[in-house]
């Protein structure tokens, strides 16, 4: 008793901080979850009970103090954009518009502009005006029927077999064919459910999604009561070890490897102007400079202009520098020009927003490589006269 109210704790625990971690992953792994949970003990036991009304109260509170904590007037931009924008970067919307040059001509855009918006180019008040991108896709019809939905169906299932999923899903169909039960058979049709739907809304393939799904179907032959030979049991076992073992050896080997690489990018960047950088599609290695434990005390002070996610977030280096008026375009135009981290089709972008929107030439004014990362100032030269622009 006092072990089973200890696991039930626990377990409500990590489950609240799934949910702040990651809320849609969390809904997600608890559909698929819903045959595996123990609704007879639920709705019976108190303890059970309480725990699980706790846990709901939980996310309630947390949900309703996330919401008023992104209310502010500084944060207005930022929730007018994010819904409409995810259409575009998420859900595939902007290759759909982009085959209808009537609707983009009627509302003064290109197809620069619509790749400029799916590559997370979320400044200036032209390209990224919320209003205006809804607009466009309600004149492109309903948003929830997507053309070849069985063939984005298709390359949701077929993540599956990735190399990073299949060893997981080749053991949870082992385990399942071994301790044959009905709700985990109920499990596995939800979970195929899901990716299905994930994909045909525009989203196939995901792996991030798909790890946490596939893991619950590991485990979950473990969460229900089921009599099978003492044989299955072992070869089951035996073949979870196995499984972890494979694994534990690839993120070893991984992690060695990101170490070296780690160790190379940080080297290169001992002499990283400390000035605002814009880091665009995702050039900047990140993932090298910010461990998770350990990052160098140089690197946090590092000035990144991201355009991304959080491009027009309060507590982001982009909005604070646009509040002062040094935002991206308004540097564009100035003589110093401004440093960017970008890949090359970023630059070809950004090449096509001069001419169009600016009237002007994209020149890189200099550069500066770091090894792994190149930092270039570049400059979108335009007719003096010219003294507003979007």
């Known amino acids: 008793q006092q072990n089973d109210r200890r696991v039930l704790l626990t377990g409500c ?10 809320r849609e992953e969390f809904l997600l792994v608890l559909v698929v979850a819903i045959p595996l949970l123990p609704w007879r003990a639920i709705l019976l036991h108190r303890s059970v009970k309480i725990a699980f009304l706790t846990l709901v109260s939980a996310i309630a509170v947390s949900s309703v103090i996330d919401h008023q904590a992104y209310q502010g007037e500084d944060w207005r931009a930022f929730n007018e954009l994010q819904p409409v924008r995810a259409l575009y970067t998420d859900y ?3 290759e759909r518009l982009k085959q ?10 290109s197809s620069n502009d619509v790749d400029l918006i799916v590559s997370w180019f979320l400044v200036g008040p032209k390209i990224a005006n919320p209003h205006t991108l809804q607009a466009m896709l309600s004149e492109l ?23 990073t999923l299949l060893p997981l899903v080749l053991v949870a169909a082992l385990l399942t064919l071994l301790s044959p039960s009905w709700k985990v058979a109920a499990s596995w049709a939800l979970c195929i459910a899901v990716l299905i739907v994930l994909a045909v809304k525009g989203r ?48 070893f080997s991984e992690s060695k ?12 960047l001992a002499y990283f102007p400390n000035e605002p950088i814009v880091n665009w599609g995702g050039a900047f290695p990140s993932t090298d400079v910010y461990p998770v434990l350990g990052a160098s005390p140089f690197a946090m002070s590092y000035r990144l ?41 970023q630059f070809r972008l950004l090449e096509d927003y001069c001419e169009q929107h600016l009237h002007g030439q994209l020149k890189e004014l200099s550069n500066q490589d770091m090894g792994d990362v190149v930092v270039s100032w570049r400059r979108c030269e335009v007719p003096s006269r010219m003294s507003q622009f979007n």
Request: charged share 15%.
């Open 257 to 268: 490897a990101s170490q070296i690489t780690a160790y190379h990018v940080r080297k290169g």
């Open 141 to 163: 019809g309903q948003l929830n029927r997507m053309a070849g939905a069985l063939f984005l169906g298709w390359v949701g299932l077929k993540t599956l077999w990735h190399p």
């Open 92 to 94: 595939g919307f902007g």
């Open 305 to 345: 202009y991201g355009l991304g996610w959080g491009t027009l977030a309060p507590y982001s280096v982009a909005f604070a520098e646009q509040k002062v008026g040094r935002g991206m375009i308004d540097l564009l135009v100035k003589e110093k020009g401004i440093p960017i981290v970008a890949g090359q089709r």
């Open 13 to 22: 625990i990590l489950a609240f901080f799934s949910y702040l971690v990651r």
């Open 204 to 251: 196939p393939g995901v792996l991030r999604v798909y790890v946490p799904l596939v893991s619950l179907l590991v485990i979950a032959p473990f969460l229900v009561v089921a009599k099978v030979p003492a044989w299955r049991k072992r070869l089951g076992a035996s073949a979870l070890l196995v499984a972890c073992l494979l694994n534990a050896t690839i993120v």
């Open 100 to 109: 209808r040059p009537d609707i983009l001509a009627r509302h003064g855009y």
